[in-house]
């Protein structure tokens, strides 16, 4: 099974900002879409973000309520997706997961994210 590792998350005030890694020592994983989660207790995970791979152009998406707000970026040679999180609201307050896009990897644990004052 492919593992798949977040970090980054932290508690945060309002209008601060985080930076999310997601990594995995897969060889090949630049060549997929990757896709960033979030889960809010209660709540089911939904994707907040995804980028293409640098063959498919490298083409960026977000849902709208981080549009503007979030910017999802790679660096291949590291292996890593990153999630640049700017102005963040109290109802970011979630776990943080990546996975690829299609068929899903293994879930790993996800990095928590708390903004509050």
């Known amino acids: 099974q492919v593992q798949l590792v977040e970090s980054g998350g932290g508690l945060v005030q309002p209008g601060g900002s985080l930076r999310l890694s997601c990594t995995t020592s897969?060889?090949?994983?630049?060549?997929?879409?990757i896709e960033w989660y979030r889960q809010a207790p209660g709540k089911q995970r939904d994707v907040v973000a995804s980028i293409s791979s640098v063959v498919s152009g490298g083409i960026r998406n977000y849902v709208d309520s981080v549009k503007g707000r979030f910017t999802i970026s790679r660096d291949n040679a590291k292996n890593t997706v990153y999630l640049q999180m700017n102005s963040l609201k109290p109802e970011d307050t979630a776990v943080y997961y990546c996975?690829?896009?299609?068929?899903?990897?293994?879930w790993g644990q996800g990095t928590q994210v708390t903004v509050s004052s």
């Open positions: 897969r060889i090949g994983f630049s060549i997929y879409t």
């Open positions: 996975n690829k896009g299609g068929a899903k990897y293994q």
